[in-house]
């Protein structure tokens, strides 16, 4: 898409102000970034889930800052035309400040990023207010965050009671006013991410979040069954089923394979008859 114009955060903030949903997919290499952004998505993340459906990490925890900055770079010269924003990976910015900046530094010089993604919030703001200020769109992250996944007990729904509605909202609010553009709400029951939704100004992207949210994201191998075994998720919808797919045409391959009938005449290159006779005249002369 040559003639698509990318977002940026001022016109995603007038997106939620006159009701205009984004719609985001995660990409981590070329050719699913240039798919997605012919498909016409708004908004590409290079998501740390890449460790769980491209690394084969049972967890995002041991993604590194190198393992974002290939993917990252990958991806932005696949999409060009698209808002692309990177995960800052576990425990890249909790530390100091200034090791949370060379961090970011590398996601958007060498990646090539547009903005960076971080999970948290209260105890990460001060970080967050540090990278806007030093210029770099941030995308926030609360209700099931990942990287803390042995915190917080497992992949549990966030919001089911009214102090941890709380919690969410006071986070929510506390990232908007850090300088957030926007925030990832994950596995939030939906009348709490509704009500965040309603009480700040940035927009909300859902996933798990049910119907209300700003925005929407998926991973790009859970909308399109790309995975072996595929786990269902009851908030995914398949919008494709690449998989099965993918193991039948190779299945057909290693097939036709072991019975020779690929290739066939049609995938063959022919020789004139001079190029034939070289070849066994001095294949004979050899043999003499």
Do not use: W
Not at 26 to 43: F, K, M, N, Q, V
Not at 121 to 147: D, E, F, M, N
Request: with cysteine; glycine share 10%; charged share 25%.
């Amino acid at each position: 898409m040559a003639d698509k114009q990318p977002l940026n955060i001022v016109k995603m903030k007038k997106m939620k102000a006159e009701g205009v949903p984004l719609s985001m997919l995660t990409a981590y290499d070329y050719p699913s970034a240039r798919l997605a952004e012919e498909a016409g998505i708004d908004l590409i993340l290079v998501g740390d889930s890449l460790g769980n459906v491209v690394l084969g990490y049972d967890t995002t925890l041991p993604v590194t800052i190198d393992d974002m900055v290939y993917h990252t770079r990958s991806v932005t010269r696949g999409a060009q035309h698209t808002f692309i924003i990177a995960d800052m990976p576990f425990m890249t910015y909790h530390g100091s400040i200034d090791e949370s900046l060379r961090g970011v530094r590398r996601l958007m010089q060498e990646g090539r990023a547009q903005a960076v993604k971080m999970e948290g919030g209260l105890g990460i703001c001060a970080t967050v207010a540090a990278v806007v200020a030093a210029g770099v769109p941030v995308l926030g992250h609360i209700g099931l965050t990942p990287q803390s996944v042995n915190m917080i007990g497992g992949y549990r729904i966030q919001g089911k009671d009214a102090k941890d509605a709380q919690r969410l909202m006071d986070e929510a609010k506390a990232l908007e006013a850090a300088g957030a553009f926007g925030i990832v709400l994950e596995l939030v029951t939906e009348e709490v991410a509704e009500a965040i939704s309603k009480a700040i100004s940035i927009p909300t992207i859902g996933i798990g979040a049910g119907r209300y949210c700003d925005g929407q994201v998926l991973v790009y191998h859970d909308l399109l069954r790309y995975a072996s075994p595929y786990r269902e998720k009851r908030f995914v919808k398949t919008y494709a089923d690449i998989g099965n797919q993918i193991r039948e045409g190779i299945s057909q391959y290693v097939r036709e394979v072991k019975e020779r009938s690929f290739p066939d005449e049609s995938h063959v290159f022919t020789a004139d008859e001079s190029v034939l006779e070289s070849l066994y005249g001095a294949a004979e002369k050899g043999a003499k």
